[in-house]
């Protein structure tokens, strides 16, 4: 390790932390800490996939100095992580002053693409701490669900972004049509030395999630899916949520329904009981690109919170802070409401297999 190398890591390890003391401390205060936001500085995109629907919800964008301004806010509220997101976020010519923002008020940046743009966009990148790109399979599989030559396209990006030296994850979703494919994709991941995210489609909003009911699998299908996912983090490394997550999601009842509100659950049924309290609104929030916050990205359009342009963003967050939402299967959202809950065994995961890569 370089003398660059080992001050880097102190830096990391001293910031990380501290960042855990004062999520400690707001644990035990029952005090919110806003610790991760999701930007959609634009819900444009080059693609149609079968299950996203944000192409086509038309809303204005915050101009550049709108989205500057609020990531400084983020920023002063103590805000530790940014995820770049949208539509295609690379559709934005602005989107290199966006992450060097970021990146200047000492936040983590992460953006997440389909890929198509980032060979021919990587020097707008280069200030990233990781790029994430959208794979839910190899070959005619992939292509099936996300546009013709889109497995050729994420393959060129990945050669790309490693080429200068970008840290890259890929996130799969897994419906009717990829999940049969999951030994392959995990086969890919090896070979392109890579760590995968895997997520589960989302289908009870039409709105948000197009056609995503015409490739849902049937519910026992799905948890079967979910319990294979779940035994696989157990002995490969390369799989970055944990089991607890996975074993959590094959309790769902019913796959067709995204998530649960308070009213629509008893207080001893099983998904409210065992899984973990939902923390969106309160330690993470969306901003979707017309400065409204969300708690998350199922909740646009039915929970919003202010809007950051007329509110401010501490404004825009508070008022999320009391949100009906209290279950979903979402694996990113439940992974993240476990960590945020201090639940030990996903926070121990988190510690051993994400942060050490990609922090």
């Not at 660059?4 to 990380?16: D, L």
């Not at 009870?204 to 779940?230: C, F, H, N, Q, Y």
């Not at 039915?302 to 501490?314: A, Q, W």
């Not at 825009?316 to 639940?343: D, G």
Request: proline share 4%; aromatic share 8%; net charge positive.
């Amino acid at each position: 390790m370089t003398i660059g190398q080992t001050k880097r890591t102190k830096i990391r390890v001293v910031s990380t932390l501290r960042y855990a003391s004062r999520m400690l401390e707001s644990f035990v205060r029952h005090k919110p800490v806003l610790s991760i936001a999701h930007i959609y500085p634009t819900f444009r995109c080059n693609l149609r996939c079968t299950y996203c629907n944000f192409p086509n919800l038309k809303t204005s964008e915050l101009s550049t100095d709108q989205w500057l301004s609020v990531i400084d806010q983020l920023a002063d509220l103590g805000c530790r992580r940014v995820g770049v997101s949208g539509g295609e976020p690379l559709l934005r010519q602005d989107i290199s002053a966006i992450i060097a923002r970021v990146r200047a008020r000492g936040m983590y940046c992460t953006l997440t693409s389909n890929g198509l743009l980032v060979s021919k966009l990587i020097d707008r990148l280069s200030l990233l701490n990781a790029l994430t790109l959208s794979l839910d399979s190899v070959g005619p599989v992939n292509d099936s669900v996300r546009g013709e030559g889109m497995f050729d396209a994420v393959k060129e990006a990945i050669v790309a972004a490693k080429g200068a030296g970008l840290p890259v994850k890929i996130n799969a979703v897994m419906s009717a049509k990829t999940a049969p494919m999951l030994d392959e994709l995990l086969s890919f991941i090896e070979r392109y030395d890579l760590h995968l995210t895997i997520g589960l489609m989302r289908s009870g909003a039409p709105d948000l999630w197009r056609d995503a009911a015409s490739i849902k699998a049937e519910d026992d299908e799905i948890r079967k899916t979910v319990e294979r996912i779940a035994g696989q983090t157990k002995t490969n490394p390369r799989l970055l949520f944990s089991e607890a997550t996975y074993r959590y999601i094959a309790h769902w009842d019913d796959y067709s329904i995204d998530r649960y509100e308070v009213d629509e659950l008893k207080a001893d049924d099983p998904i409210l009981r065992d899984g973990p309290r939902c923390q969106a609104g309160r330690y993470y929030l969306n901003i979707i690109p017309d400065g409204t916050a969300n708690p998350c990205v199922s909740t646009i359009g039915r929970i919003p919170g202010g809007n950051v342009i007329s509110d401010g963003v501490e404004g825009a967050w508070r008022q999320l802070h009391n949100h009906k939402c209290v279950a979903c299967y979402s694996p990113c959202m439940v992974e993240r409401n476990y960590l945020f809950s201090l639940k030990l065994r996903v926070v121990l995961n988190f510690m051993k297999r994400h942060l050490a890569r990609f922090f």
